[in-house]
């Protein structure tokens, strides 16, 4: 087997088993270590194929808590068409390397707010909801990453925990079907990425009930943090090693925007767990 494949098998289980945990974080675990290996053209319709598939499972395990949640984020499910169409445009026209730089920058701010637990919350959430919703369409169907922004945007709001959970299950089913949709007129579903997809599949259907099973008896608020970790580290190394492969930057130099991040992600994993001896609340989900 390729060494691509065994790498994309391990990070899958790894992230289907988060993602049965959490109820999200497929595709934030998935492409950082997938991108090393294959590019956005042929990596992302495949992981749009399985989100389909996932984000429908998830709203329907949620589906009790979504008449309470679908009109705040209907500005939002809105804002998606333009940032789908464009956002898949520029997929098909735009330079691999380019397309893996951009993801990598893009993701890593969005990882270390939610570790820094950012809370600005919205006077007027249905007017940021549009532009946010296009923003969103266009980070999504470029990088199939959605999950860190909309944890920022609902904890930044009060979701509880269904709410929440309904919520981003509703906007991953819509983003996910517009961008399969524009990926199809696109013709970027080939048979490389069938067989990227069936390789995903196995792991999956191992992956989501582990993690909703581990979930019940792990601290679910340390499980997201140590998540979010892992991702900043990756994400890190991800972008020093499109640096090199773009001669953006050369030798150890390459690997400083790494260490940055891990740096200050080791320091807000202190200040998390220092904080750790105050009673954590249950009913709302730490970003993640």
Known sequence: METGLVALVVITVLAAFVNGALGYGFSSLTVPVALVFFASRVLNPALVLIEVVINLYVLFINRASVPAVWRRVYPILVGLLPGVALGSYVLASVHPGWL?????????????????????????????????????????????????????????????????????????????????????????FTAQTAHIAWWIVPSVALGIPLGAFAIRRIDAETF?????????????????????????????????????????????????????????????????
């Open 100 to 188: 893996k730089l951009s993801t990598y920058a893009a993701i890593l701010p969005l990882i270390l707010l939610q570790a820094a637990g950012v809370r600005r919350p919205l006077a007027n959430e249905r007017a940021f909801g549009l532009p946010f919703g296009a923003g969103l369409g266009f980070l999504y169907s470029v990088t199939t990453i959605s999950g860190p922004p909309l944890a920022l945007l609902f904890n930044n709001q009060g979701y509880v925990k269904q709410e929440f959970r309904a919520g981003l299950a509703l906007i991953r089913v819509a983003e996910s079907v517009l961008t399969a949709v524009a990926y199809y007129h696109l013709g970027l």
């Open 224 to 288: 997201r943090r140590v998540c979010m970790s892992f991702d900043v580290w990756v994400v890190g190394f991800g972008l020093s090693r499109v640096l090199l492969e773009l001669r953006l930057a050369a030798g150890a130099g390459a690997y400083l925007p790494m260490a940055a991040a891990v740096l200050l992600d080791a320091w807000l994993l202190y200040v998390f767990f220092s904080g750790r001896h105050v009673p954590l609340r249950r009913d709302r989900p730490a970003a993640g």
